[in-house]
């Protein structure tokens, strides 16, 4: 009988003709035993499927392995149902929460029971699992009817599972399985669990089942594996390298930050040295901005409950926020800003603006507040209360794609002169199948999406495209940067909006001498200045760049007889904005230059009596060691060479 052919459309265009009920691991079986070997699922129409589950119709097919981050993602999902085995073989009758995948590694919530679980016990788990990796069974997907579902998990006294099922509708439910494991899933999984080469359960934690502290709280268990042992090595070299760079604990060696319980929570207290490297990020963006033909603007830090509910911040952020401020007159509330644009859309519409006024650019570092639960707050990098360096662009459409790039460039020089050279922009742009929850015309977004792409390309970003990441009213530009240790942080968001224009009624007189909307440009190259800051500090372990440093010189006398002449050089240094401080301390030179190495102050200058009578300094370098003998004018030539070319624009 004639086997009835499907054409399988691959990543670089090609078409190929396969029978119909190919798997994903036939198809790479086809071009490759060595793909063969590597494909753990595969991505049919956009969606992630098991590598071999049937396809029975014409379809795009991408192959995923470990490069893939969706690859990885169904790695540690099967990894999180080999844990859940494991678990089950050495601690019969427990009951079991959900298992996903999170951004590096798994979880899954356990219910123990009467036992508590201890940490030295995570190492006879892993063992456990790599003995029942080392088995090859295969990840079975299996449909099953919502009755039998039920049945199996009430023969089992699993209620969790039984909760799940409760919201799922028959004919949708599938198990999975591989060797005496059965969990209610809906995949995909890796072929099989030979490819888990190396576990490691990280620490344990509580979680209330479905986040609601009105249910039980389970044990939440943290793993990560590998396809190789090599590779799980290198990852816990990395977490060793993340603690000492910690930006918590920088920040309290440095002394650039704190919190307080009588404050508040997730709401953080700026240390003088702090202070200083915010206000020269601050000022180091408003030169910037100042060049780029921005307006500086300042708005309250509250607003009028009306001016949130026109933006629909008080319906998106209401619930989680801090709570309406009620004043004396009766239904009068206000609330502490979750946003800025709000503010902005009404500097804009304070006067009639023309075609001719546009664009115009209004930039604020603004602080602005949201109640973050308490469970998800982490030094600077989840507050409550953080400032943004916000600015808003009004445009016509005409000028966006040119206002684009020259945000583009912004958000470049920004990452240039802060160390951050590796980064992707992503492209967010409507789903094309679903465009009824997207406001404004497909004209408009047409318009807005080229727009981007171009803009992008003629900067020559490296970019991925995700479709139906927009923001309901506009497509933006989003850069992932990564860190040092090779983490990736969004740093930096580009918006398009037509939505705020139009429920603030936002108008401009055309050259037609008729009325029409602006489009409305977000734009934040650091984020938040918290956050933008505890990036950084992991990023650089502390060691600033020369023109943020909080100390940027420290001046090191041999003895007390040298402590006017290095109060001379510090006065001098001042002249030409190099600012530092002087070691007077009744120590020795050793013990001075050691305590400046721990604080990474950039560059010490060591004066004694042979520096004082040729009126030099002897210079050494955070890291480096000895520079040389130089006089003042020298040093603050070379010490002002290193700023200009960092900052050079």
């Not at 790599?130 to 049945?151: G, T, V, W």
Request: net charge negative.
């Amino acid at each position: 009988m004639f086997n009835q052919q499907i054409k399988i459309t691959l990543p670089d265009g090609s078409v190929r003709d396969y029978e119909k009920g190919v798997s994903g691991l036939q198809i790479a079986l086809s071009i490759s035993e060595g793909l063969a070997r590597n494909v753990l699922a595969a991505k049919v129409n956009g969606e992630v499927w098991d590598a071999a589950r049937a396809i029975h119709q014409d379809a795009s097919v991408q192959l995923l392995t470990w490069n893939d981050a969706e690859g990885k993602n169904t790695f540690w999902h099967s990894s999180a149902h080999l844990m859940a085995e494991a678990l089950e073989a050495l601690y019969p009758g427990i009951k079991l929460g959900i298992g996903p995948p999170i951004e590096n590694g798994f979880y899954y919530d356990v219910d123990f029971g009467d036992k508590s679980l201890d940490g030295a016990e995570l190492e006879k788990i892993e063992a456990k699992m790599m003995e029942l990796a080392r088995q090859k069974n295969e990840y079975i997907r299996k449909e099953i009817s919502k009755k039998d579902a039920i049945s199996y998990f009430i023969e089992k006294g699993d209620e969790y599972k039984l909760d799940l099922i409760d919201g799922l509708e028959d004919g949708s439910i599938t198990f999975y399985e591989q060797g005496n494991f059965v969990d209610l899933c809906r995949g995909p999984h890796i072929p099989n669990t030979g490819f888990i080469k190396a576990a490691k359960l990280l620490n344990i934690a509580g979680a209330y089942w479905r986040g609601d502290e009105k249910n039980k709280m389970l044990t939440r268990i943290y793993g990560i594996t590998f396809p190789k042992a090599k590779e799980l090595q290198e990852y816990l070299h990395m977490l060793e390298e993340a603690k000492k760079r910690d930006h918590r604990k920088l920040g309290r060696e440095l002394e650039l930050f704190t919190f307080s319980e009588k404050v508040g929570m997730g709401l953080p207290l700026w240390l003088p040295k702090g202070t200083l490297l915010r206000e020269r990020l601050v000022n180091f963006m408003k030169r910037a901005q100042d060049k780029s033909g921005y307006q500086q603007v300042v708005t309250p830090h509250i607003g009028h409950k009306a001016l949130y509910e026109t933006s629909g911040h008080y319906e998106k952020y209401g619930k989680d926020s801090f709570q309406p401020i009620a004043t004396p007159n009766e239904g009068e509330e206000f609330l502490l800003k979750p946003m800025n644009c709000p503010h902005h859309c009404e500097i804009y519409k304070h006067k009639p603006r023309s075609y001719k006024d546009l664009p115009i650019r209004y930039a604020e570092f603004g602080t602005v507040y949201r109640y973050e639960q308490s469970g998800e707050l982490h030094g600077l990098t989840r507050v409550r209360g953080f400032t943004q360096d916000d600015a808003h662009i009004f445009c016509r459409p005409d000028q966006v794609k040119e206002e684009f790039i020259k945000v583009i460039d912004l958000v470049l020089y920004v990452f240039k002169a802060l160390g951050f050279e590796d980064f992707t922009a992503q492209i967010s742009l409507r789903d094309p199948e679903n465009r009824e929850k997207y406001i404004g015309t497909d004209e408009a977004w047409d318009k807005a999406e080229s727009a981007i792409i171009e803009a992008a390309g003629e900067r020559g970003l490296e970019t991925v495209t995700e479709l139906g990441e927009a923001a309901f009213y506009g497509p933006k530009l989003d850069f992932m940067v990564k860190d040092a240790l090779g983490r990736k942080w969004q740093l930096g968001t580009i918006q398009v909006d037509y939505n705020l224009p139009e429920r603030f009624q936002l108008e401009y007189i055309g050259s037609d001498n008729q009325k029409h909307r602006p489009v409305m440009i977000h734009r934040a190259p650091f984020g938040s200045l918290e956050r933008f800051v505890a990036v950084l500090i992991e990023h650089c372990a502390g060691n600033f760049p020369l023109w943020l440093s909080p100390d940027q010189v420290i001046i090191l006398p041999i003895s007390e007889k040298y402590v006017n002449y290095a109060e001379d050089i510090k006065s001098l240094l001042e002249d030409h904005d190099i600012m530092g401080s002087i070691d007077n301390r009744d120590e020795k030179i050793g013990r001075k230059i050691r305590d400046a190495e721990v604080k990474k102050i950039p560059f010490m200058l060591i004066v004694g009596e042979k520096e004082q009578d040729e009126n030099r300094v002897s210079v050494r370098k955070h890291g480096e060691g000895d520079i040389g003998s130089l006089s003042v004018s020298d040093f603050v030539a070379h010490f002002q060479g290193i700023i200009n070319n960092s900052l050079a624009k």
